[in-house]
């Protein structure tokens, strides 16, 4: 079973007008989210897997937070300039082409693409209309190579956000 995490960025600081929208960093909401996500995410997460993230400063930081908390290195986290703005066809590729080597794997990215490859992949009603910022949907595929996945394949094992009530 192949598992794809998708994790929209944490919350981004509009503070900067000047700043290009690829290099806005995050609010302190958004420093503050991070690692409380990547806790209630290690205890689903069995290694080894794979990091890749959008090269936008707000996706990379989260990776690198997500990195920091799981205690492993920087360097493991690969970067992929398509996530940024990439329409569900581009993502799709991006996860067709993934190596089957690694049977979990950690997307680091934006809406609105990510919101719209799980509606994609999915088959039937998801727990949100938008993935939150920081939000985490976690997809599980019968298929044992990623080139197999096609839409309405995946099924939805979870959904994680920051504002949610852990009991």
Request: glycine share 6%; proline share 9%.
């Amino acid at each position: 079973m192949k598992r794809l995490l998708l994790i929209r960025h944490a919350k981004s600081s509009w503070d900067y007008p000047m700043l290009a929208d690829f290099d806005r960093p995050l609010n302190p909401r958004g420093r503050h989210d991070a690692p409380i996500m990547a806790l209630r995410l290690q205890a689903l997460l069995t290694p080894p897997f794979r990091m890749i993230a959008s090269p936008a400063a707000r996706a990379l930081t989260t990776a690198q937070l997500f990195a920091e908390t799981f205690e492993v290195p920087e360097s493991r986290i690969s970067l992929d300039g398509r996530i940024y703005e990439a329409t569900p066809g581009t993502l799709l590729h991006i996860i067709n082409t993934l190596d089957d080597a690694d049977d979990q794997v950690l997307l680091f990215g934006h809406n609105p693409g990510f919101t719209d490859i799980v509606q994609l992949l999915v088959d039937g009603p998801l727990p949100f209309i938008e993935l939150p910022t920081c939000g985490i949907a976690m997809l599980g595929f019968e298929q044992t190579r990623w080139q197999d996945i096609v839409p309405g394949s995946g099924k939805l094992l979870g959904f994680r956000y920051p504002k949610e009530s852990l009991r």
